[in-house]
């Protein structure tokens, strides 16, 4: 195993609102990375640690409880767009990645998860968001 080799996962919103403002959120709740979302997709590249287990670690890993991993997207207001309709995050899982997926990361690979991105009343997804098909390695 690598430990300490550096991962990327990416994940991809489908469908984001036109006009509102996406990042990533580190651990103490900042965001980084802001991009204005436009017609078509975004996307955002997490650098994660390998770490002993193996866990993952890094800057946007939080976890809860021993088994919960995740990196918080924040929308609108929380990902620093004043003024905004929006003050919203997702969060993404991690699951725990199986060996084939973390040896093709290992290997160079960005492991990516599709999301959707839009939420049934309209406004952007939030709250806890599923990969539509699961982490996939691509090139």
């Given amino acids: 195993m690598a430990e300490g080799q550096v991962i990327t996962l990416r994940l991809r919103i489908l469908d984001p609102l036109p006009g509102v403002a996406y990042s990533l959120q580190n651990r103490k709740s900042e965001p980084v990375g802001q991009v ?41 207001e929380q990902a620093g767009q004043h003024p905004s309709a929006w003050s919203r995050r997702a969060k993404v899982d991690i699951p725990a990645l199986s060996a084939a997926l973390l040896d093709q990361a290992l290997a160079g690979a960005v492991l990516e998860a599709e999301l959707p991105g839009r939420a049934k009343d309209g406004g952007p997804a939030c709250a806890t968001l599923h990969p539509i098909a699961g982490w996939q390695p691509v090139a």
Avoid at 51 to 57: C, I, M, Q, V
Avoid at 60 to 74: D, P
Wanted: net charge positive; aromatic share 10%; with cysteine.
């Fill in 36 to 76: 204005t979302a436009g017609n078509g997709p975004i996307a955002f590249d997490v650098p994660v640690r390998v770490a002993p287990g193996p866990r993952l670690a890094g800057d946007f890993v939080r976890r809860e409880g021993a088994g919960r991993c995740f990196v918080y997207i924040a929308i609108g």
